[in-house]
């Protein structure tokens, strides 16, 4: 069985509950929500009504109804953006963003959207008082991620969504490697839109996440189509949820993602985040004592967020990345990690780094497993 170091990208295994509410959702549940007046229809609505009343809770919304299911964070992130947006419209967002919110900006700037790239520091750190220069009267919005995909460095959301109300504009947070890991909750955060997807620090399965859309925030929807309940005209509803949810909504692994957010309630999110923390240290303690190998993004614990980056001075990442799985059985992300201004700001681009992330079900022996691995890689 191989070690699996990739949790940044997914993470693996999930909790047993998950495969089983998935299982059950498919056996004996089977069908769509909002399609049938039937009993197996009307307990696929019970279970996504449940599930958005789960996970808004997880986050502190309020109301379920703008929990808004999409299949990934990337869909949000488009959703968030292009709905929003509009010629004119300024929008401020960093050099750390992951090409699933970059994209969609720089679509939108096709489309007469001003945007600022407010660099980040040496180390992914993004100053909010350089966000706060940036800020024009036409400040529609700043979008930023909450944790770098690349280098596991934590921004000041608070800060963040306090600068952006006080300017008059929204704040979208990309949580796509901090949900699950660390505390966030979209009211004291000052957060109007939240992008987070299901199968990263939430547990839930791939095609499952979901968009916060906050009180008094409206945007257009992506996609128009069925949506069960209002059929009766050519119009899309405006009431949400259902603005935003046409199509079947993927039942099976809504049911997968509530179990993910229950295994963590029952969990404790300070224990994960306590669990996740000391293997990152003993990962970071190990990489430090190997000759040539540059860390990056290295910050203290308590503002780093799962993945940890290094290069090796003279060997190529995804060398490095090929000889861990085809010889050792270990399971690494190497490149740009869909995030190539990210690794410009930090001097690794275009090569790009190793990026280790380990997961609440990593242990201690497969951290020590992977290092000596490394160490075998490196010493020649």
């Given amino acids: 069985m191989s070690i699996f170091l990739d949790n940044s990208a997914t993470t693996f295994p999930k909790p047993e509950s998950v495969y089983r509410e998935v299982e059950i959702a498919l056996r004996e549940i089977g069908v769509g929500p909002g399609r049938g007046g039937y009993a197996r229809g009307l307990a696929a609505t019970r279970l996504v009504f449940e599930a958005r009343e789960t996970v808004a809770d997880f986050f ?49 700037a096709r489309r007469g959207v001003a945007v600022s790239w407010v660099a980040g520091d040496a180390n992914g750190f993004v100053d909010p008082a350089r966000i706060a220069a940036a800020l024009l009267p036409a400040t529609r919005l700043v979008a930023i991620t909450h944790c770098s995909n690349v280098t596991g460095t934590l921004q000041d959301i608070g800060a963040l969504g306090a600068l952006a109300k006080n300017a008059g504009a929204l704040l979208l947070v990309d949580a796509a490697q901090s949900a699950g890991v ?22 839930g399965p791939p095609g499952s996440g ?55 309630r029952a969990t404790g999110l300070d224990a994960i985040r306590t669990r996740e923390a000391s293997l990152v240290g003993r990962l970071v303690e190990g990489l430090r004592g190997i000759p040539r190998l540059t860390l990056h993004g290295a910050v203290p614990l308590e503002r780093h967020c799962g993945p940890v980056s290094f ?40 090569g790009g780094t190793v990026r280790v992330s380990p997961g609440f079900f990593t242990t201690e022996s497969d951290i020590d497993i992977f290092l000596r691995a490394l160490r075998a890689i490196v010493a020649p």
Avoid at 186 to 197: C, E, K, Q, R, T
Avoid at 331 to 342: K, W
Wanted: glycine share 12%.
């Fill in 60 to 108: 502190g919304i309020a109301d379920s109804s703008r929990l808004i299911f999409t299949h990934s964070a990337t869909e949000a992130l488009n959703l968030a953006l292009l709905g929003l947006l509009r010629e004119g419209d300024h929008v401020v967002s960093s050099t750390m963003e992951h090409n699933s919110l970059v994209r969609p900006l720089h679509l939108a």
């Fill in 182 to 203: 660390v505390p966030i909750d979209v009211g004291s955060m000052a957060i109007n839109l939240l992008a987070v997807p299901g199968h990263k620090g939430l547990f």
């Fill in 210 to 264: 979901f968009l916060y859309v906050g009180e008094g925030v409206e945007l257009d929807p992506l996609i128009v189509g069925g949506t069960g309940g209002y059929s009766i005209g050519f119009e899309q509803p405006s009431a949400l949820p259902e603005r935003f949810e046409s199509g079947t909504l993927n039942t099976p692994a809504i049911a997968g993602l509530k179990a993910g957010v229950e295994f963590i």
């Fill in 311 to 350: 290069t090796v001075a003279g060997i190529d990442p995804a060398q490095i990345a090929f000889r861990l799985d085809q010889e050792y059985e270990i399971c690494v992300r190497a490149g740009l990690h869909c995030a190539p201004e990210a690794h410009r700001t930090i001097g690794t681009y275009p």
